[in-house]
Protein backbone atom coordinates (compact mmCIF):
# COMPACT_ATOMS: atom_id res chain seq x y z
CA UNK A 1 0.00 0.00 0.00
CA UNK A 2 1.07 3.46 -0.76
CA UNK A 3 1.38 6.03 1.99
CA UNK A 4 3.69 8.49 3.78
CA UNK A 5 6.21 6.87 6.72
CA UNK A 6 6.95 9.15 9.38
CA UNK A 7 9.29 8.54 12.35
CA UNK A 8 9.76 8.30 15.21
CA UNK A 9 6.09 8.43 16.61
CA UNK A 10 7.83 10.18 20.08
CA UNK A 11 10.90 12.19 19.85
CA UNK A 12 12.69 13.78 23.19
CA UNK A 13 15.25 16.72 22.83
CA UNK A 14 17.78 18.01 25.32
CA UNK A 15 18.42 21.27 25.53
CA UNK A 16 21.06 22.78 22.90
CA UNK A 17 20.37 19.27 20.67
CA UNK A 18 19.50 19.40 16.93
CA UNK A 19 17.33 16.44 16.55
CA UNK A 20 15.51 15.17 12.71
CA UNK A 21 12.41 13.95 12.07
CA UNK A 22 12.21 10.92 9.56
CA UNK A 23 9.23 11.36 6.80
CA UNK A 24 8.89 8.81 3.82
CA UNK A 25 6.63 8.98 0.70
CA UNK A 26 5.70 5.90 -1.83
CA UNK A 27 3.32 7.68 -3.44
CA UNK A 28 5.27 9.16 -6.32
CA UNK A 29 4.48 12.72 -5.10
CA UNK A 30 6.45 15.66 -6.61
CA UNK A 31 5.25 17.66 -3.58
CA UNK A 32 5.73 17.82 0.34
CA UNK A 33 5.13 19.69 3.08
CA UNK A 34 6.02 19.94 6.92
CA UNK A 35 3.44 20.99 9.12
CA UNK A 36 3.48 22.14 13.14
CA UNK A 37 0.39 21.45 15.29
CA UNK A 38 0.24 22.93 18.84
CA UNK A 39 -3.22 22.40 21.20
CA UNK A 40 -6.42 23.71 19.71
CA UNK A 41 -4.66 25.51 16.56
CA UNK A 42 -4.57 24.71 12.61
CA UNK A 43 -1.83 23.06 11.31
CA UNK A 44 1.04 25.53 10.23
CA UNK A 45 3.52 25.41 7.21
CA UNK A 46 6.85 24.94 8.60
CA UNK A 47 8.78 24.44 5.11
CA UNK A 48 7.89 22.93 1.41
CA UNK A 49 9.26 21.70 -1.08
CA UNK A 50 7.83 20.77 -5.16
CA UNK A 51 10.71 19.31 -6.73
CA UNK A 52 14.01 17.46 -6.04
CA UNK A 53 16.29 19.48 -4.74
CA UNK A 54 14.41 22.43 -4.17
CA UNK A 55 12.38 23.58 -1.04
CA UNK A 56 10.92 27.03 0.54
CA UNK A 57 10.14 28.54 4.05
CA UNK A 58 6.66 28.16 5.14
CA UNK A 59 4.91 31.07 7.76
CA UNK A 60 7.19 29.43 10.77
CA UNK A 61 10.64 28.28 9.43
CA UNK A 62 12.99 29.80 11.64
CA UNK A 63 14.57 27.08 13.78
CA UNK A 64 14.24 24.69 11.20
CA UNK A 65 15.82 23.03 8.63
CA UNK A 66 14.94 20.84 5.49
CA UNK A 67 16.72 18.73 2.90
CA UNK A 68 14.98 17.12 -0.50
CA UNK A 69 17.65 15.09 -1.89
CA UNK A 70 15.23 11.77 -3.06
CA UNK A 71 12.11 12.46 -4.32
CA UNK A 72 10.90 9.95 -1.85
CA UNK A 73 12.52 11.47 1.33
CA UNK A 74 11.94 15.28 3.16
CA UNK A 75 13.70 15.41 6.64
CA UNK A 76 13.08 18.09 8.58
CA UNK A 77 15.58 18.82 11.80
CA UNK A 78 14.71 21.07 14.46
CA UNK A 79 17.51 23.16 15.28
CA UNK A 80 18.65 24.28 19.01
CA UNK A 81 17.60 27.79 17.92
CA UNK A 82 13.83 26.74 17.76
CA UNK A 83 13.22 27.91 21.45
CA UNK A 84 9.27 26.12 21.77
CA UNK A 85 9.77 22.84 19.76
CA UNK A 86 7.24 20.95 21.59
CA UNK A 87 4.69 20.48 19.27
CA UNK A 88 2.47 17.38 17.01
CA UNK A 89 5.06 17.36 13.45
CA UNK A 90 3.04 16.06 10.37
CA UNK A 91 4.94 15.10 7.38
CA UNK A 92 2.20 14.99 4.08
CA UNK A 93 2.49 14.89 0.39
CA UNK A 94 0.82 15.48 -2.85
CA UNK A 95 0.53 15.77 -6.68
CA UNK A 96 1.82 19.20 -6.82
CA UNK A 97 0.44 22.63 -8.89
CA UNK A 98 -3.06 22.90 -6.63
CA UNK A 99 -5.94 21.43 -6.07
CA UNK A 100 -4.66 18.10 -5.11
CA UNK A 101 -5.40 16.16 -1.34
CA UNK A 102 -2.44 15.96 0.74
CA UNK A 103 -1.71 12.84 2.53
CA UNK A 104 -0.39 12.76 5.90
CA UNK A 105 1.26 10.82 7.57
CA UNK A 106 0.87 9.91 11.40
CA UNK A 107 2.94 12.74 13.05
CA UNK A 108 5.85 12.64 15.38
CA UNK A 109 5.35 14.38 18.55
CA UNK A 110 8.06 16.04 20.02
CA UNK A 111 9.13 16.98 23.35
CA UNK A 112 11.49 18.52 25.36
CA UNK A 113 13.59 16.86 28.13
CA UNK B 1 -5.04 40.29 7.48
CA UNK B 2 -5.88 36.89 6.42
CA UNK B 3 -8.46 34.51 8.08
CA UNK B 4 -10.03 31.52 8.35
CA UNK B 5 -12.40 30.68 11.35
CA UNK B 6 -14.05 27.44 12.39
CA UNK B 7 -16.37 26.62 14.89
CA UNK B 8 -14.02 27.44 17.93
CA UNK B 9 -16.93 25.22 20.54
CA UNK B 10 -17.27 21.21 19.99
CA UNK B 11 -19.99 20.53 18.29
CA UNK B 12 -22.58 18.21 20.24
CA UNK B 13 -24.73 15.55 18.65
CA UNK B 14 -27.21 13.15 18.56
CA UNK B 15 -26.66 10.07 16.70
CA UNK B 16 -28.43 9.92 13.44
CA UNK B 17 -28.90 13.84 13.04
CA UNK B 18 -27.71 16.09 10.52
CA UNK B 19 -24.02 18.09 11.68
CA UNK B 20 -23.03 21.16 10.61
CA UNK B 21 -19.94 22.76 10.53
CA UNK B 22 -18.76 26.14 9.39
CA UNK B 23 -15.53 27.53 8.01
CA UNK B 24 -15.32 30.99 7.64
CA UNK B 25 -12.56 33.09 5.66
CA UNK B 26 -11.29 37.00 4.89
CA UNK B 27 -9.28 38.40 2.72
CA UNK B 28 -8.70 35.41 0.71
CA UNK B 29 -9.50 34.50 -3.09
CA UNK B 30 -9.12 30.50 -2.93
CA UNK B 31 -9.62 28.56 -5.72
CA UNK B 32 -10.27 24.80 -3.68
CA UNK B 33 -11.71 24.05 -0.39
CA UNK B 34 -10.70 21.09 1.11
CA UNK B 35 -11.96 19.20 4.33
CA UNK B 36 -10.39 16.87 6.15
CA UNK B 37 -10.85 14.32 9.32
CA UNK B 38 -8.74 14.08 12.29
CA UNK B 39 -8.60 11.56 14.79
CA UNK B 40 -6.53 12.08 18.00
CA UNK B 41 -2.61 11.50 17.65
CA UNK B 42 -3.17 10.61 13.81
CA UNK B 43 -2.65 13.18 10.62
CA UNK B 44 -5.63 14.73 8.76
CA UNK B 45 -7.16 12.43 6.14
CA UNK B 46 -8.98 13.79 3.07
CA UNK B 47 -12.63 13.94 3.19
CA UNK B 48 -13.62 16.21 0.09
CA UNK B 49 -12.55 19.05 -2.46
CA UNK B 50 -14.65 21.92 -3.68
CA UNK B 51 -13.59 24.30 -6.42
CA UNK B 52 -14.48 27.77 -6.56
CA UNK B 53 -17.16 27.36 -9.21
CA UNK B 54 -18.91 24.63 -7.30
CA UNK B 55 -21.98 25.41 -5.03
CA UNK B 56 -22.02 22.32 -4.07
CA UNK B 57 -20.22 18.69 -3.51
CA UNK B 58 -21.46 15.16 -2.60
CA UNK B 59 -19.95 12.21 -0.97
CA UNK B 60 -22.27 9.42 0.66
CA UNK B 61 -23.27 10.89 3.76
CA UNK B 62 -21.01 13.75 3.42
CA UNK B 63 -22.00 17.24 1.79
CA UNK B 64 -19.89 20.53 1.12
CA UNK B 65 -21.04 23.94 -0.14
CA UNK B 66 -18.87 27.09 -0.65
CA UNK B 67 -20.00 30.23 -1.11
CA UNK B 68 -17.26 32.74 -2.57
CA UNK B 69 -19.91 35.41 -2.18
CA UNK B 70 -20.05 34.91 1.74
CA UNK B 71 -16.91 33.62 1.60
CA UNK B 72 -18.36 30.41 3.90
CA UNK B 73 -18.17 26.73 3.39
CA UNK B 74 -20.73 24.37 5.25
CA UNK B 75 -19.78 20.72 6.07
CA UNK B 76 -22.85 18.32 6.23
CA UNK B 77 -22.48 14.98 7.90
CA UNK B 78 -25.85 13.15 7.12
CA UNK B 79 -27.36 10.22 9.68
CA UNK B 80 -24.51 10.68 11.64
CA UNK B 81 -22.61 7.91 13.52
CA UNK B 82 -20.62 7.45 16.73
CA UNK B 83 -18.01 6.81 14.36
CA UNK B 84 -17.83 9.93 13.06
CA UNK B 85 -16.74 11.51 15.94
CA UNK B 86 -13.39 13.33 15.42
CA UNK B 87 -11.58 16.94 14.58
CA UNK B 88 -12.79 18.63 11.02
CA UNK B 89 -10.26 21.16 9.50
CA UNK B 90 -11.11 22.98 6.54
CA UNK B 91 -7.72 23.89 4.51
CA UNK B 92 -7.64 26.83 1.75
CA UNK B 93 -6.11 26.62 -1.68
CA UNK B 94 -5.00 28.92 -3.39
CA UNK B 95 -3.47 27.25 -6.29
CA UNK B 96 -0.28 27.20 -5.15
CA UNK B 97 -0.50 23.90 -3.27
CA UNK B 98 0.33 25.61 -0.52
CA UNK B 99 -2.97 24.68 2.12
CA UNK B 100 -4.19 27.32 4.81
CA UNK B 101 -5.71 25.48 7.82
CA UNK B 102 -8.36 25.97 9.94
CA UNK B 103 -8.09 25.12 13.88
CA UNK B 104 -10.68 22.38 13.42
CA UNK B 105 -13.66 21.49 15.10
CA UNK B 106 -13.93 18.63 17.60
CA UNK B 107 -17.56 16.52 16.70
CA UNK B 108 -18.50 14.33 19.23
CA UNK B 109 -21.62 12.31 18.18
CA UNK B 110 -23.48 10.30 21.05
CA UNK B 111 -25.75 7.31 20.68
Known amino acids: DGGITQSPKYLFRKEGQNVTLSCEQN?????MYWYRQDPGQGLRLIYY???????QKGDIAEGYSVSREKKESFPLTVTSAQKNPTAFYLC????????????FGDGTRLSIL | SQKIEQNSEALNIQEGKTATLTCNYT??????LQWYRQDPGRGPVFLLL?????KEKRKERLKVTFDTTLKQSLFHITASQPADSATYLC??????????FGQGTELSVKP
Open chain 1, 92 to 103: ASDGGGGGQPQH
Open chain 1, 27 to 31: LNHDA
Open chain 1, 49 to 55: SQIVNDF
Open chain 2, 27 to 32: NYSPAY
Open chain 2, 50 to 54: IRENE
Open chain 2, 91 to 100: ALDNQGGKLI
